[in-house]
């Protein structure tokens, strides 16, 4: 039976059948955070978005795609999200072994000079077929190309909805549209959130945010309004209540690479800032397996410390 | 049964099929204007089109989507519109509570040196399962972009009516083909109100006109006829014959939050001119909730005592 | 806002999407016995199925189909049921008045000597065209034809479902697998209930049971297991837990017109025993109608008693 | 990680995409015989098949379709297997809690004189919507209407297998074709397994088989092959073997309701013969819940011992 | 039977279907390098590509479509690939001779000026229709199009992986994303072939990776981690393990006529990098028909003895 927390978190998605909430059920049933309403996903698609030399050389076994459902696996993680080649690679041998996240669209870094915008690699018939539980998609908010993202990804979700998978939206700013600062400006991390719920996603995947503020109207709003930035943890608070006052599912990557300190203390004010969860990819498969497992725990200890 | 006001109104919609004319007729004999022909909606759709900060910081309960519907439903409003994230929240726990209008496109402000062009976020088949009374959709008449919006409408409202769904369209001049001033010119806004009523837009949403003319054309034809363009009234008036000499429900936008007595005067003077309704956002939401019920419950008055 | 006896009986519908329960909330919020959960609905299909004569003239007025919207408006019914003539005939001019069922089969009685099977006389597409707010189906439980029948219910429903609207399935036992006694015998209707409420009718209608068993092998356990059948409200209580436990809302028939004392005493036994309402055709339209009103509410006041 | 037995049992189905097998292992992976590659399914399909006071008056708490998911998530059951209604009424409430089956074709009791054959009360489209983990569907061999249905099934399979759900056939020899004695003698019970797996199934459910040969020519190679049929647990050995060498899923049914004792004996024979589990239905729901789920225990220790 | 070698590699495309596995060992059981998992394939597209005089003045032989087919049969290739009219054109008569790779993409050389991007040729139809035994298709990473080939590609596999044919993928990094030593640098051959992989190709194909580090940060990842790319083998090694750590065939391309010495060496660095195998156009098809085939046995010689 789900705990009162997963339920709780279920009746934010009273709308959606049966079978959505029994896949968001699975994704919160699943790991050592079971039953918590908290999420650690593994996502690889860096190998795909970096290159397979950037993604997996610090640790060659990555290069196998087995290695990385091991990991998500033995770690307890929630799911593996992944590119279909990665997904398609491991899901008849680990089938049923947990929880798959197909990513369906993807971006390499070898083209440059066009406003961003990732191509559809997978379908919902793929996801079915592979026995995934969800999709994920990303939008570019800020990308000249947006709409083209948003109404691909609305179809994308309604098409999910039908056969009972739910859509987990990485929503990443990006684009002519923004500074480079503005990409993880607070203000714009929590319009990303906005507009991926608007959108329909039942899980959000945002950036931490950083002490800046893009939008001058939202700039003056803050101010106004005394909205605090100052930590981390302020600012994850105003990102997760932008994300339909918390009732929506909202996890925070990690970015790039660094110290496991340093790791576990952003994740600390992640999670004291009302977040659902991680998403931690290269911080994890670029280390050493046991060490990635212990990183993974710790920070699975932390958030299952949040109430 | 349907009052005589409400029976008029509805003859104006004649060839349209039974279940059109019904949901036109709920939207018509609900809440406190009910059975008036007269509307006041809640729309929300800020948290897309102008962040969430800037939206809902005023007053915070609006984070949550709950608090959105409450506040129509418990202000008797008529019907309460919003993008399909705001909507799928609150579709099934306020099921049957009020008549939902689901807006079909948005556009956020976080991409630049585009057209005005909104993406497409929702269909009709959300529409259906969602429960809503009709659909909703932006058009920017001055827009290079403008026949793209044009031609996803038209082919929006053939497919809704199928359904016995009307559409609303909020008609909202703008991009390169107006000056700034242009965007709430009057003759503009008659303009913009008559092509949404050709596009076969049932209910027209505009802004409330100034006195500027943009088109020279125009200018010389208001002068030689004598059209008053003085006062707010006589704007309106101008702009509700533009609508089919009256025979289409428009509504008028109250813009930027105000004052109460500010938009109090404002509304009577829309009134005055022959509107149908008001639709009232961030003037609603962005009070205290007692305070929006009151204002709101101002505004009704007003259209209510409007033969 | 929904009352808490609507909102119940809405959460009996959980599988279900916003659109059907906003549907069924529709019923269940109007007429007189809006709020209460419960159900009085005027249906006329005796002109298909009875032919008009046999209908119509004791009370010459029904020939014209805006008698029997109208009768159902001024009596404050939940709801209007009837074939697509009837229907499309009214839809129009009475768009919006009070919540239409559209029944989707019918069967006229100048064949004999086959199974029991009604014909396809409407479309989910007609339906929401018309602005209906449900559709109808009949089923003949004990039929040979029964199993198509039962497959083109299921479709029907799913097809429903997609587009928000509510089924009502008439499940009257018929046919060569049953005795006359039988088609009414507690056990087979009790057996038609769960059928109904197996393949996804939201609401169930069938006959008063009677005081007889039918089916060797059910006999026998109501008798072992002390199953009163006694009273008419004994057999309803027992019809009623067969649909799901109580937990469909079941409405009963009239049957044959008769005496107003008579129908009051009948409907007053039925209520007790728990059903949701009745659904009362022949004695209400060939009645005078200021008669038929009267006869109406006082079976509105004894369900709006029960608690 | 899947048990060494749960993957050489998936090894058996390598034909299939990941999607079926990852099904597969949710069925092996759930309740307390998870991992050990043996099955206690709760199937409740009584109240279609036989009605609803034959079926739930024993036990009236089974009236309510919420007490047989209970019932099966209480007990640890690797699933609950019903009609339409039935999971459609608990799909939402339990979503996530106990892999369901949703029977596709089910068959009344009221009508007689007809080869036996099912309707299609449901499809693979419900089956995604409702979230079910699996497809199921009966077949009649004998029966003279028996092509249309392993047509039918056929097509359900294929329909099923690409959107990732395997199908549990239910087996059961019944017809024009065979003596009362033929529908569970054992050469034709070995019969109906092989069919249902050359047909496609994943899992085969028959009734345990008696020591009686229906056809002359199987009785002729019984004999002369000296396969012995004496025990329940030859037999058994023998329909297993049938159903591809028992490299295919066969579970066995416990019939009529009968003494706890009788019950354990029966399965206690019935998986000494091999067979992969039981599917137990009145004899688990007509008891009281504690007792039965006490019995489902002590059928799951018996298959739990069998290596 | 399949050796053992066969089955390894058939083990990695454990998702597939059947089908899919059947015709991947098709191409592995054919010619000389039957059973070895080892490939020489003979492409000719250069028709398409280069225009005829370019690609068969030479060796005028091969303006003939016969010509290439019987020198991939004579020489006991794998398989032969070639666009639509080559194929059609030798589809009847040689018939079951070798297995038959349809190039369903092509690009011509007498448009300039766009970014690169093949027309789509062929279909899976016509695949299917000519007997082929897979699709091939080409890909530009670094291109403007890029997503459009990334989508259309991912469409075709889906719709003959449905039919079981396995897609052979032409990785080729072209386009305004990279200068022209780039398109063949080492971390971009290996980013080419992990974007392949992902996209769910099944054979891939790369060119010959040079000593140049295209991407700073990949340049960055190499020096750091130690990546050998002194020698072809270095680099092949490279290209293999990022092609999901070996577990996907790769073969290389001879690129431009050479040598027969020269093109013997590079097969030999190639062969020992780990590649599966060779694709070799112009250095055969170019060369007399005895020269060729003895060339062919040549590198297939090298290939049969890296174990």
């Known amino acids: 039976m789900a705990t009162a927390k997963v339920r709780e978190i279920l009746s934010w998605y009273s709308s959606e059948n049966p079978g959505v909430k029994a896949n968001l059920a699975r994704l919160m049933n699943t790991g050592r955070l079971a039953g918590t309403g908290k999420f650690v996903i593994l996502p690889v698609d860096q190998g795909f978005e970096h290159g397979p030399a950037r993604s997996f050389a610090p640790n060659p076994g990555g290069y196998d795609p087995r290695y990385h459902v091991e990991l998500a696996i033995e770690a307890g993680c929630n ?5 279909l ?18 990513k369906l669209n993807n971006s390499d870094s070898l083209s440059k000079g066009h406003e961003p915008c990732s191509a559809i690699t997978g379908s919902v018939e793929d996801a079915l077929r592979l026995g995934c539980a969800a999709i994920g998609y990303t939008i570019y908010p800020g990308s ?16 999910a909805k039908a056969v009972g998978l739910p859509t987990i939206v990485w929503s990443y700013p990006r684009g002519a549209g923004l500074s480079k600062d503005g990409e993880t400006a607070v203000d714009v991390a929590g319009y990303a959130a906005q507009i991926a719920a608007q959108l329909g996603a039942h899980i959000i995947k945002v950036k931490p945010p950083k002490k800046h503020l893009e939008v001058k109207e939202a700039a003056a709003t803050f101010e106004k309004n005394g909205i605090a930035i100052d930590t981390l943890t302020d600012r994850v608070k105003e990102v997760v209540r932008s994300a339909f006052g918390g009732r929506r599912i909202v996890i925070f990557s990690g970015g790039e690479a660094k ?7 952003e994740v600390a004010e992640i999670a ?27 920070v699975m200890d932390i958030f299952a410390k949040v109430k």
């Open 79 to 83: 799911a593996y999200a992944a590119p």
């Open 85 to 102: 080649g990665f997904i398609e690679h491991v899901a008849s041998d680990y089938a049923g072994d947990i929880p798959l996240i197909l």
């Open 144 to 159: 000249g190309d947006r709409n083209i993202q948003y109404e691909n990804l609305r179809e994308l979700i309604l098409e």
């Open 259 to 265: 110290g496991t300190e340093e790791v576990l203390k």
């Open 272 to 298: 004291a800032g009302g977040a659902s969860g991680s998403i931690m990819g290269r911080n994890a498969f670029q280390r050493p397996k046991a060490e990635a497992i212990q990183l993974l725990h710790a």
